[in-house]
């Protein structure tokens, strides 16, 4: 008898992942299902696959794919869609809620709207990190408004890691900047052994900044909450914005706020629910 999976597909301001409690079904190989299932045309359609596991101390676990099938550390517009999650199917009535990933725990804070329903979800993602020579082939680990080559081009830009790797540049209009190709090949450059996200971003004169990314893994989406995260603090380690502005990305704003007393990376936004439905194990 072929095996059906119950799953959930939601997004965080156009990030869309299709999510599986792994405590009320096993997921084998997830690697190759999420390949399969995030095919726009032939599966689900995604930018990746969740895997949502619950602990007997109140706590709860997630890890990710990427549409390519590799595993990332951590996903802010997932983890806040977990959030929903939770909160919604009355696996939680805690508004603040400890979720483990693979860059370590992170707490999740619900706000509720007036229909009982989860609107939005603040994360804490902890503090950036500057230094780390496991994903930053330098001579010290630290790349700050400093040069990457690529195929005989130089782009400057800074490396932050929020539990997963990115390098921020910083264009006069993002907008119109060919991240598509440009994404492709500095994903891929070979200062990033264990490859990188890739942002562009536009500091707007009201302190906004405009943003786009190449997802490591799964190329262009429409928002990546920790790349926001590291696009704030990339831009206020530079004094190029205040630490805490809004960011607006392909697919909605995002807020983001360094806390200065800790260091820590506040992030908020919306999470929504598109459909649930059950798919065969192939």
Request: glycine share 10%.
């Amino acid at each position: 008898m072929q095996q059906t999976i119950h799953f959930t597909k939601m997004h965080g301001t156009g990030n869309d992942y299709i999510f599986v409690n792994v405590s009320e079904c096993s997921v084998e190989h997830p690697q190759e299902l999420a390949r399969i299932w995030s095919d726009r045309h032939e599966g689900i359609g995604s930018d990746g696959l969740v895997l949502i596991s619950t602990s007997e101390d109140g706590s709860f676990g997630m890890r990710i794919f990427n549409s390519d099938g590799s595993e990332a550390q951590m996903c802010g517009n997932a983890a806040r869609c977990v959030g929903k999650y939770l909160y919604d199917n009355g696996l939680t009535r805690q508004r603040e809620v400890l979720l483990h990933t693979l860059a370590g725990d992170k707490l999740l804070h619900m706000e509720i709207g007036a229909d009982g329903q989860v609107e939005c979800v603040e994360v804490d993602m902890g503090c950036p990190i500057w230094c780390d020579k496991s994903l930053l082939n330098t001579s010290d680990g630290m790349l700050c408004d400093g040069e990457v080559m690529v195929d005989g081009r130089s782009w400057r830009g800074t490396f932050v890691s929020m539990g997963n790797p990115h390098f921020v540049i910083f264009v006069d209009d993002a907008e119109t900047f060919d991240i598509a190709s440009v994404g492709a090949k500095l994903e891929s450059a070979d200062i990033f052994p264990e490859r990188c996200n890739i942002e562009v971003a536009s500091v707007r004169h009201d302190g906004s900044i405009r943003m786009r990314v190449w997802e490591r893994g799964s190329g262009i989406t429409l928002s990546c909450g920790t790349g926001a995260c590291a696009t704030v603090v990339a831009a206020a380690r530079t004094k190029r914005c205040a630490r805490s502005c809004a960011v607006d990305t392909d697919g909605g704003r995002l807020h983001i706020r360094w806390r200065e007393a800790d260091d820590h990376v506040l992030m908020s936004g919306p999470a929504t629910k598109v459909y649930e439905g059950h798919i065969s194990i192939p």
